[in-house]
T-cell receptor, first 110, second 113 residues
Framework: GQNIDQPTEMTATEGAIVQINCTYQTSGFNGLFWYQQHAGEAPTFLSYNVLDGLEEKGRFSSFLSRSKGYSYLLLKELQMKDSASYLC???????????FGAGTRLFVKA | NAGVTQTPKFRVLKTGQSMTLLCAQDMNHEYMYWYRQDPGMGLRLIHYSVGEGTTAKGEVPDGYNVSRLKKQNFLLGLESAAPSQTSVYFCASTSRLGGDTQYFGPGTRLTVL
């Protein structure tokens, strides 16, 4: 079967670092995405990993281990505006379908 | 460049009524998708299209139909709405199968009474 697991909620302090984990079991793999979704809005793209390792983009980094079926999103220097849901998504081989996790709701407190 | 647009933004239906949700993109993307998002369940793929005139079923296609008569438009139809179809519907498009992200529309919030 296909399954993506990520924590339901996390809380962190402004200025701190937070790591959001994602584990997946899918039939085929052709890339992993992280999206950010503020309440009442559409998801927006954050990062994409297709090879093992770390991808860094400003305050956000994403890591992938294909052999472990594992990824994480690292957010540094947290800001209040980072309070949002973070969606982990895996694209299957063939490329037509992307399976989304239920999302992790991150609360950033002052 | 409007990106991906959806109409309507909100709609309330009675059980058994029908409606069509319209998605339009001006990025010349080949691939288009319809998702629904329910609390605690993430985004689930309803139907998708890999090009004009082609459509395919996703994870949860029952109760929905789609059409892609023009490359820029992807329509989602509910023939006989049910309360279980109360959800937020997102349309998305992408240009190719590699690293390109999916671009999402703003969503349609549908309530079926």
């Amino acid at each position: 079967g296909q399954n993506i697991d990520q924590p339901t909620e996390m809380t962190a302090t402004e200025g701190a670092i937070v790591q959001i984990n994602c584990t997946y079991q899918t039939s085929g793999f052709n890339g992993l995405f992280w999206y950010q979704q503020h309440a009442g809005e559409a998801p927006t793209f954050l990062s994409y990993n297709v090879l093992d390792g770390l991808e860094e983009k400003g305050r956000f980094s994403s890591f992938l281990s294909r052999s472990k079926g594992y990824s994480y999103l690292l957010l540094k220097e947290l800001q209040m505006k980072d309070s949002a849901s973070y969606l982990c998504a895996v694209r299957s081989t063939g490329g037509f379908k992307t399976i989304f996790g239920a999302g992790t709701r991150l609360f950033v407190k002052a | 460049n409007a990106g991906v647009t959806q109409t309507p933004k909100f709609r309330v239906l009675k059980t058994g009524q029908s409606m069509t949700l319209l998605c339009a993109q001006d990025m010349n993307h080949e691939y288009m998708y319809w998702y629904r998002q329910d609390p605690g369940m993430g985004l689930r793929l309803i139907h998708y299209s890999v090009g004009e005139g082609t459509t395919a079923k996703g994870e949860v296609p029952d109760g929905y139909n789609v059409s892609r008569l023009k490359k820029q438009n992807f329509l989602l139809g509910l023939e006989s709405a049910a309360p279980s179809q109360t959800s937020v519907y997102f349309c998305a498009s992408t240009s190719r199968l590699g690293g390109d992200t999916q671009y999402f529309g703003p969503g349609t919030r549908l309530t079926v009474l």
